[in-house]
């Protein structure tokens, strides 16, 4: 083998090889040319990091050195409140970046938890920030990147100041749906990696007012519920309740 397209990375786990195809696999370099993604391969360093289920990726207060991206699995962000309360922020899933919000402080203001056992690229900041400056197309999908995330989060701001159980549920299934659309997996029907509790974390319902509110739009004909799995049957319908329709 070519050494010059071989690279050994040292990791706390053992040694990682890899060569600059596997960077095909990373969906934030997706696009970039064959002459980029050897640009890219020279300058920065990729590392996979396996996270088993409830494992935690990073927490609060850890030194930020790297944006991570979900190869497989299923992540969720949380802070928690002085008394010890635990707020979820959102969950990630395949092809999803977590570790942004530390961009700024370089310390991580979240902590991430593997819903499954999962698996991430490490990608050192540093080091994709100058590929970034260097290469046009990367930038701009980072870029991109960032905001998708900034408008996430728009998005749940607005499910939790202006909207009941319904439109709340409603939404979230919606976008959920979408992201695993997007991402080659069914777009109507899903195995949830999150708990009732955690989803009325994140919507800011009680997990009570969650299994009810899904068992009434159940009862609307707009959804299946058989335990975990939640089966979109109606999604026009569920956008209507987002429009005051329903």
Known sequence: MDPSIFRVLQTSSGTVERTWHDLGEIQLLAG???EELQRVDRC?????RKVPQAGVLFRTGDRFDSVYEV??????????SSRGAEQVTGFQMAGELLGLEAVGTRRHALDAIALEDS???ALRYDDLAAASREIPALQEQFHCRMSAGIASAHATMLQLGSMCAEERLASFLLDLMHRLGVRGFSPTSAQLRMSRAEIGSLLGLKPETVSRTLSKLQNAGLLQVQQRTITVTDSPGL????????
């Open 32 to 34: 970039l040319t064959r």
């Open 44 to 48: 920065l360093v990729a590392e996979r």
């Open 71 to 80: 190869r497989t699995g299923f992540f969720k962000t949380v802070v928690n």
């Open 119 to 121: 698996l991430v690229w």
């Open 239 to 246: 956008r209507r309740i987002l429009r005051g329709m329903a």
